[in-house]
């Protein structure tokens, strides 16, 4: 992991967020890289999820909601983890955890072994409270949304009635969630502050359980869980949470707030209110996992090669577009054939800085997937040299033929992987 963070912050993937106030206790910022690789998981999430289904629609709901949203959904009550305290050194441990922790006094123990005495647990809710408007009491408290999931249920009317679909159908939504963890950590697997992208859908009741085939730790809303894990440098950890949620959320919000959640079949004349799966993931997972299973450290002949080696389509460069040397007309040639190449729509990074081969490693540790390099021969018979990051095989190629030839590359890729 020490790897991956170091070279997060060289690239510009990942920086420490308020950096320069001394960071804000595991919270992160994205840099140029970073948020190329965010945009691209959320592109193909969206892109599988939604626009290649016709039977899922997308939605964008706020993150602050009505906070009865939240007492009917269950998280005001429920959504909290046992804490305890230790009276002497003050620190907060979660109370199903304490084999895991330390003492922060004495390293060697956990808590409660140490010379310290803990409280008894006590439910330490995980939703960050804020309040809206003027006027700060407890009257105008809201919730920033610790899932984006009730915001779809909220919409489950409006979206039915304007799109006309019907059950089994699914609302798929990108967006921040907040949730005061008490123990954050490993990078930006456990964050306060991170982006979900899950998806409702909602499906006749009965049909639910075929989805399912095992038990696992169950969501206060849920009567069948199944998670997908990754081993993480630290371990096993969940990426993805397949939920099924029952009739929970849309009948709990029904007779919350009057307003009838019920499907009405034209064609059975069945009334019923939908049972939901929801396969809920998260993006900043996601890309931790891309990066973990991208970096490799290659030995060669007589070096060490770090290379990411991303999937094209979620490598946040597509070509490295390299002048040999800062003169002779070469770096002029290299933005023009690089403003042919982002108007095909391929996103390029241009780099005259230190000997080519620094500037092709440089590339090949942002996981830049193809460099190309403008010289001498450019001018006698308009090719370029095509530098391939995985097996560093290098082409000449016509200028005219380049962007066929890069989306053929990059088709072939997408085949073979
Ligand atoms: N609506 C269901 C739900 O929120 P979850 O398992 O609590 O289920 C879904 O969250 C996904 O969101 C997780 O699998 C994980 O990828 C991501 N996630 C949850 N808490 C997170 C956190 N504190 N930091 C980063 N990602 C988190």
């Not at 105008?140 to 489950?156: D, W």
Request: aromatic share 10%; with cysteine; charged share 30%.
């Amino acid at each position: 992991m020490e790897k991956i963070v170091s070279l997060c912050k060289r690239r510009g993937f990942v920086f420490q967020a308020s950096e320069i106030y001394g960071g804000i206790g595991n919270t992160y910022d994205y840099g140029p890289l970073g948020v190329e690789l965010l945009r691209r998981v959320k592109d193909s999430w969206w892109s599988a999820m939604v626009r290649e289904r016709e039977d899922v629609v997308g939605l964008d709901s706020a993150i602050i909601q009505n906070p009865k949203t939240w007492i009917t959904s269950g998280h005001v009550g429920g959504f909290s983890d046992p804490m305890v305290d230790c009276k002497k050194c003050k620190s907060r441990f979660r109370a199903d955890k304490l084999e895991d922790a330390r003492c922060p006094e004495k390293p060697s123990k956990r808590p409660g072994a140490c010379e310290g005495e803990l409280t008894e647990p006590r439910a330490f809710n995980l939703m960050f409270e804020t309040n809206v408007g003027p006027v700060k009491d407890s009257s105008s408290i809201a919730y920033l949304r610790p899932e984006t999931a009730q915001g779809i249920f909220l919409n489950f009317k409006n979206v039915l009635e304007s799109s006309r679909l019907k059950p089994p159908f699914g609302i798929a939504q990108i967006g921040k969630s907040f949730r005061n963890e008490i123990t954050p950590g490993n990078f930006v697997f456990r964050t306060r502050e991170f982006e979900q992208a899950e998806m409702e859908f909602f499906v006749p009741p009965g049909t639910e359980q075929h989805w399912f085939d095992y038990k696992d730790e169950l969501a206060h809303y849920s009567n069948f869980t199944s998670d997908i894990e990754y081993e993480y440098p630290f371990g096993w950890g969940e990426l993805e949470g397949v939920a099924s949620r029952t009739d929970f959320d849309l009948k709990r919000h029904s007779e919350a707030s009057g307003v009838d959640l019920v499907y009405f079949d034209p064609q059975t004349k069945e009334h019923f209110t939908p049972f939901v799966i929801e396969p809920a993931g998260g993006v900043n997972r996601i890309a931790l996992t891309l990066l973990i299973d991208a970096y490799e450290e290659e030995q060669l002949a007589d070096d060490v090669r770090v290379v990411l080696r991303l999937h094209p389509a979620v490598a946040p460069i597509t070509v490295g577009v390299l002048p040999l040397v800062k003169k002779e007309g070469m770096p002029e040639k290299a933005k023009e054939i690089g403003a042919k190449l982002r108007r095909a729509g391929l996103t390029t990074y241009y780099d005259e800085k230190a000997a080519i081969g620094r500037r092709y490693r440089r590339m090949d540790e942002a996981g830049t997937p193809y460099c190309i390099t403008i010289d001498g021969q450019t001018f006698e018979d308009d090719t370029v040299t095509v530098r391939e990051r995985d097996s560093m095989a290098q082409s000449r190629v016509a200028v005219k033929d380049l962007v066929e030839h890069l989306a053929a590359a990059t088709q072939a890729w997408r085949r073979m992987r």
